[in-house]
C-alpha cells in the first residue's frame, strides 16, 4: 500500500501529488498566509486611525488596504480555508482513501493559487483594487476607475471562485459515493452535514459574483453597458449579482465552523451531542435561508418597501435555526463533564461573540435602523463580530483539535491559552468600541477624520485591542512552529474522540486506512464493538477506493483513481493565460483554451476503469 500510494519524490512529486492530504494541508497554509497578510493591512488601518488627521499613508494607498484586506479575508481566507480544512478532514471521517476526483482537486488548488498571486503581484507593483472589496458600480466602471486595478479584481474574484466550484464538487461527490459502509445519512456527523450544505451554497452562489465580475470585466475592456444607465444598464444589478452571492458566503464561512463546534463540543463534554436531528437540520435551513437575505445590504438604495419588508422577515427568521443550535450545544455541555482544553476554550469564546454579533445583526435587519446605521462603523463592528467571532474563533478550535491530526505532535496547551485570552479581549476592545462611533457618525472607507469630531478615544481603544490580536496571532504562529519540532507526540486519538479521522495513525498514511472500516453507530469509534467487521477485496497493488450507495452506504463498486500528474498544475496555468491575459487583449480568450487542450488530454490519458464490489470479513481477533 504504501508503495501504491507513494508520490514521486522531490519537487517534482509536490508538483504533481494528488494526495488530499498534501492538498489539502498546502491550501490552509497558503490561505493562513494571506490571513496573515490581511491582518497586516488591518493594522496599518488601524494605525492610521488611532489618532486624528494621521498622515502614515496617504489616501490612495488606504484605498488599496481597505479593498486587499476584505478582499483577502473574504476570497483568498474565509471561504478557501473552510473548503481546503473539508478537503483535507472529510475523506478521513468518511472511511475512504482520498476525495472523489484527485487531479480535479489539485486543479482548484493550483487556480487559487495563482489567482492570490495576481491580487497581492498587483498591490506590490501599486496597482490593487481600491474600490472596495464590493466594487460598487460606478465606481468601479471605466468611467470612475480607469487602468487596471478593478480588472485585477475582477479576475481575482473569477479565480477563486473557479476553486471554490472544483471544491464543492469534490465535497459532494465524495460524501454521497465514498463513505465507509453503514455510514447511512443518518449516521452521518454532523461536521459533515455542515460543509455538506456549505457545498450545495457554493454550487448556486458562486456563480452569481463570477456573472457579476465578467460583465464588469467587460464594461471595462470591451465597451459593454450592463451597469451603465445612460446606456440602458443598471448599477444596481451589480449589487443584486454580488449580494445574491455575498450573504451566502457568510454562511459559507459559518456553516463549517457550526460544524467544527458541534464535532468538538461531544469530545470535549464527554457525552453525544443533544439533539443531532435539530442540529442537522437547522443546517440544512441556514443553508435554504441565506438566499433570501440579501438585499437587506440594500435598504437604502430605494427599493419597494414592501419588498424590503420581506428581507426583514427573513434577516430574522435566520436566527431561529442558529438559535436552536446555540441551545443544543449549551445543553450538551451542561448535561457532560466538559474538559477546558484550548479547543473547548475557542469554542465558549465563539458562542459569546455569536450570540453578540447575532443581535446586532437583528437590529440592523430593521430597515428604519439600518438606514441610520448604513454605511458606518456600527456595521463595521458587526461584520467583524460575526466574521471573526462565529468563524475565526471555531476555526482556531480546528486547528487546536486536529492539528495532532495532521502532524503527530500536540500544540502547547499553555501557549494556546495565552493566545485565547490575547486574542478574546483583544477581539472585543477593537470591535466593541465601533458600535459607539457608528453611533456617532463615524463612516466607513474614511482614512482620517477631525479632531473636532470626537472620535479620537475609542479610535486608538480600537486600535490598542488590534495589538491585542496581533500578539494573539503571534502567540499561536511560535507554538505552530515550536510544536511542529517539539510539540509533545500525540499517539494515534489524543481526545479519545468519537469518528474516524481517529481511526488510522497521527499523521496518517497516504493510504489513509489499511482496511476500510465498517460503521456501527452515529459515533463511529464510541459505538464501535470488540468484533467490528472491515472491508476486505480491495486490490493492494492499485489506487481503488470504495464506492458506497448515496443513502445507506452499501458497497457498490471499487474504483481506481489515478496517480499524481502534473495536468493539473498545466491546465491551471492555461486558465492564468486566458483570464490574466484577458485583463490586457481579447485574443487571450483564444489563445487561453487552445493551450489548455494539450494539458487536458495529458490529464484524461491514464484515467481507468472502476471494478466490482469487494468481498467483507471480520477484523482479525
Not at 112 to 125: D, H
Not at 315 to 337: D, H, K, N, Y
Not at 387 to 412: C, D, E, I, N
Amino acid at each position: 500500500m504504501e508503495r501504491t500510494w507513494a508520490e514521486k519524490p522531490g519537487l517534482w512529486g509536490w508538483l504533481t501529488s494528488t494526495d488530499h492530504k498534501s492538498i489539502g494541508k498546502r491550501y490552509v497554509a497558503t490561505a493562513f498566509l494571506f490571513f496573515l497578510l490581511g491582518g497586516i493591512e488591518a493594522a496599518v488601518m488601524r494605525a492610521q486611525l488611532a489618532r486624528p488627521e494621521n498622515r502614515l499613508v496617504d489616501p490612495d494607498l488606504y484605498n488599496q488596504l481597505f479593498t486587499m484586506h476584505g478582499t483577502t479575508m473574504m476570497f483568498l481566507f474565509g471561504v478557501p480555508v473552510q473548503l481546503a480544512i473539508a478537503l483535507y478532514l472529510v475523506p478521513l471521517i468518511l472511511g475512504t482513501r482520498n476525495v472523489a476526483f484527485p487531479r480535479l482537486n489539485a486543479f482548484g488548488y493550483w487556480t487559487y493559487l495563482i489567482g492570490g498571486l495576481l491580487l497581492y503581484g498587483a498591490f506590490f507593483l501599486n496597482t490593487g483594487p481600491d474600490a472596495g472589496w464590493f466594487n460598487y458600480v460606478p465606481l468601479s466602471g471605466p468611467q470612475f476607475s480607469p487602468g487596471k486595478r478593478v480588472d485585477v479584481w475582477a479576475q481575482t474574484v473569477t479565480f477563486t471562485e473557479v476553486a471554490a466550484l472544483v471544491a464543492a464538487v469534490e465535497i459532494i461527490v465524495t460524501i454521497f459515493k465514498q463513505r465507509a459502509p453503514g455510514m447511512s445519512l443518518n449516521r452521518l456527523p454532523i461536521y459533515v452535514w455542515a460543509v455538506l450544505v456549505t457545498a450545495f451554497v457554493v454550487l448556486f452562489a458562486m456563480p452569481s459574483v463570477a456573472l457579476g465580475s465578467m460583465m464588469l470585466a467587460m464594461d471595462r475592456l470591451v465597451g459593454t453597458h450592463f451597469f451603465n444607465p445612460a446606456e440602458g444598464g443598471d448599477p444596481l444589478l451589480w449589487q443584486h449579482l454580488f449580494w445574491f452571492f455575498g450573504h451566502p458566503e457568510v454562511y459559507i464561512m459559518f456553516l463549517p465552523a457550526a460544524g467544527f463546534v458541534s464535532h468538538i463540543i461531544p469530545v470535549f463534554a464527554r457525552r453525544k451531542m443533544f439533539g443531532y436531528p435539530l442540529v442537522v437540520l437547522s443546517l440544512v435551513a441556514t443553508g435554504f435561508l441565506s438566499f433570501g437575505l440579501w438585499v437587506h445590504h440594500m435598504f437604502t438604495t430605494g427599493l419597494p418597501q414592501l419588498g424590503q419588508s420581506f428581507f426583514t422577515a427573513a434577516s430574522i427568521i435566520i436566527a431561529i435555526p442558529s438559535g436552536v443550535q446555540v441551545f443544543c450545544w449549551i445543553a450538551t455541555l451542561w448535561a457532560g463533564r466538559p474538559r477546558f482544553a484550548t479547543p473547548l476554550l475557542f469554542v465558549l469564546g465563539f458562542l459569546f461573540l455569536f450570540v453578540l454579533g447575532g443581535i446586532t445583526g437583528v437590529m440592523v435587519a430593521s430597515v428604519p435602523f439600518d438606514q441610520q446605521a448604513h454605511d458606518t462603523y456600527f456595521v463595521v463592528a458587526h461584520l467583524h463580530y460575526v466574521q471573526v467571532g462565529a468563524f475565526v474563533f471555531p476555526l482556531f478550535a480546528a486547528f487546536y483539535f486536529w492539528f495532532p491530526k495532521a502532524t503527530g505532535r500536540m500544540l502547547s496547551e499553555t501557549v494556546g491559552r495565552w493566545h485565547f485570552w490575547l486574542f478574546f479581549i483583544g477581539m472585543n476592545v477593537t470591535f466593541f468600541p465601533q458600535h459607539f462611533l457608528g453611533l456617532m457618525g463615524m463612516t466607513r472607507r474614511v482614512y482620517t477624520y477631525l479632531p473636532e469630531t470626537g472620535w479620537g478615544p475609542l479610535n486608538l481603544l480600537s486600535s490598542l485591542g488590534a495589538a491585542m490580536m496581533a500578539a494573539g496571532i503571534l502567540c499561536f504562529l511560535a507554538n505552530v512552529f515550536r510544536s511542529l519540532r517539539h510539540g509533545a507526540i500525540a499517539g494515534d486519538d489524543p481526545w479519545d474522540a468519537h469518528s474516524l479521522e481517529w481511526a488510522t495513525s497521527s499523521p496518517p498514511p497516504r493510504y489513509n486506512f489499511l482496511n476500510i472500516p465498517v460503521v456501527q453507530g452515529l459515533y463511529a469509534l464510541w459505538d464501535r464493538t470488540p468484533d467490528r467487521p472491515v472491508v476486505v477485496g480491495m486490490n493492494p497493488e492499485r489506487r481503488e477506493v470504495l464506492l458506497t450507495t448515496v443513502l445507506d452506504a452499501e458497497p457498490d463498486a471499487r474504483y481506481t483513481h489515478p496517480g499524481g500528474s502534473i495536468a493539473p498544475l498545466l491546465a491551471a496555468l492555461a486558465v492564468a493565460v486566458t483570464f490574466i491575459g484577458g485583463i490586457f487583449t481579447p485574443w487571450a480568450f483564444v489563445v487561453g483554451p487552445i493551450l489548455l487542450f494539450p494539458p487536458l488530454l495529458l490529464w484524461m490519458a491514464t484515467q481507468e476503469k472502476q471494478k466490482g464490489p469487494p468481498t467483507w470479513a471480520e477484523e482479525p481477533a
